[in-house]
Every structure is written in structure tokens, then in C-alpha cells.
């Protein structure tokens, strides 16, 4: 069974704190991903990452950046959290080629006061 | 401009009823579709998928339809049952969203199963 874990479920942070969001695969799976999820808005992806130290913006990169120095790890980083980022995260996983199936882990309702 | 289009954002059932969440896109470079199913404050599921090339796919409960003409997809979930109340996603793959892993995702349907 494939395990996309996340650090928090639950985080409370104040304007303009610098947050990062923690996402680990146990599947050797080469792309990982983040996403907010809004009501009303769906799953709107924030970056992406097809290999280690890569990356590509997603569709709302702004105020957002990634790091992966490692292969199970992804890291979603808020530079200066403001509140209209208060929102579910959300990070997934997946192996390339035919299979496009992506991974979901718990996601983490981050809250900016 | 969306991609992915879930025109109904709920749908409340019988349970023992039929259950038909709808789904359209607007890409014609999509080529393989996906449901997943999300509770509250937890991550998405994978559901059931669909390639291009099939018009049906059925899982159990579960049965996807296809109509690449239409442009539409559809999930069928018989008999529906109070556990398979849920936000429903409906999303798309292939090379029309920027690259062949890439998911593009509806906003979602909200499903009740009235008991």
C-alpha cells in the first residue's frame, strides 16, 4: 500500500510567518505534488516535482516555493503566510509512465490568523 | 478557463438508489479519466479510471462511462449506500495538460445518500 504522510493535520500560523509544509512517500514514486483545496474551487495545483531538485509551477504558484532534495520528500514552503492562504493542503504522489494515478495523504488544514 | 467541468456541485440519493455524478471537459488532447473520493479532512482516494480507448469500465458499485464525442463522463455508483457520501472529483489526464502525468481536476460533487 502506497503511504503519502504529511507532518501536521492541523497548524495555526499568524501573518507573515514563514511556514513549511512537510510531505513524505514510502513508494520510491518519482513525482510528488501539492495542492490547496478551496470550497467551491477544487484541487488547484500549487507546484510539482518530476525528480529530485526539480520542479515546475503549477497552476497558483504565486506566494508559494517547493524544495526536494530527496526522493520521498517534498516540501511546501509559505515565504510570508498571509491570510488568503488559509486553505486544506494537500500533497500526492505518482510513478510515471502509464499509470497516472496520483496518491493523496491525509492534507493539512493550515489556518492564518 | 476551466478544463474539467463538474456542472453539479451536489447531488443527494436513496440509498439503494442509483447514484450518477457528471463530468465534462473541453480539451480534446485528454485521454485517460479519473473519479476519486474525498471525506472531509481526509486526502483524496483514487476511485476508478478510464483510457480513451474504452467507452465503460465497472468496478463492483462502480461503473464509468465514456463519451469521447460528448466530450462527457459520467460515474454510476449502484446501489448507493450512506457511506458513499462524499465529494466526488472528477479529473483528466494527458498530454492537452501540459504533460502526461499532470491530473486537471473538476471542483468536485458533492454526493449524499440519504439512509
Known amino acids: 500500500d502506497v503511504k503519502v504522510t504529511q507532518s501536521s493535520r492541523y497548524l495555526v500560523k499568524r501573518t507573515g510567518e514563514k511556514v513549511f509544509l512537510e510531505c513524505v512517500q514510502d513508494m520510491d514514486h518519482e513525482n510528488m505534488f501539492w495542492y490547496r483545496q478551496d470550497p467551491g474551487l477544487g484541487l488547484r495545483l500549487i507546484y510539482f516535482?518530476?525528480?529530485?531538485?526539480?520542479?515546475e509551477k503549477g497552476d497558483i504558484p504565486e506566494g508559494y516555493s517547493v524544495s526536494r532534495e530527496k526522493k520521498e520528500r517534498f516540501s511546501l514552503i509559505l515565504e510570508s503566510a498571509s491570510t488568503n492562504q488559509t486553505s486544506m493542503y494537500l500533497c500526492?504522489?505518482?510513478?510515471?509512465?502509464?499509470?497516472?494515478?496520483?496518491?493523496f495523504g491525509p492534507g493539512t488544514r493550515l489556518t492564518v490568523t | 478557463d476551466q478544463q474539467v467541468k463538474q456542472n453539479s456541485p451536489s447531488l443527494s440519493v436513496q440509498e439503494g438508489r442509483i447514484s450518477i455524478l457528471n463530468c465534462d471537459y473541453t480539451?480534446?488532447?485528454?485521454?485517460?479519466f479519473l473519479w476519486y473520493k474525498k471525506y472531509p479532512a481526509e486526502g483524496p482516494t483514487f476511485l476508478i479510471s478510464?483510457?480513451?480507448?474504452?467507452d465503460k469500465n465497472e468496478d463492483g458499485r462502480f461503473t464509468v462511462f465514456l463519451n469521447k464525442s460528448a466530450k462527457h463522463l459520467s460515474l454510476h455508483i449502484v446501489p448507493s449506500q450512506p457511506g458513499d457520501s462524499a465529494v466526488y472529483f472528477c479529473a483528466a489526464s494527458g498530454k492537452g495538460g501540459g504533460s502526461n502525468y499532470k491530473l486537471t481536476f473538476g471542483k468536485g460533487t458533492l454526493l449524499t445518500v440519504n439512509p
Open positions: 516535482s518530476y525528480d529530485v531538485k526539480m520542479k
Open positions: 500526492a504522489s505518482s510513478t510515471p509512465g502509464g499509470r497516472v494515478e496520483q496518491y
Open positions: 478510464i483510457s480513451s480507448i474504452k
Open positions: 480539451n480534446s488532447m485528454f485521454d485517460y
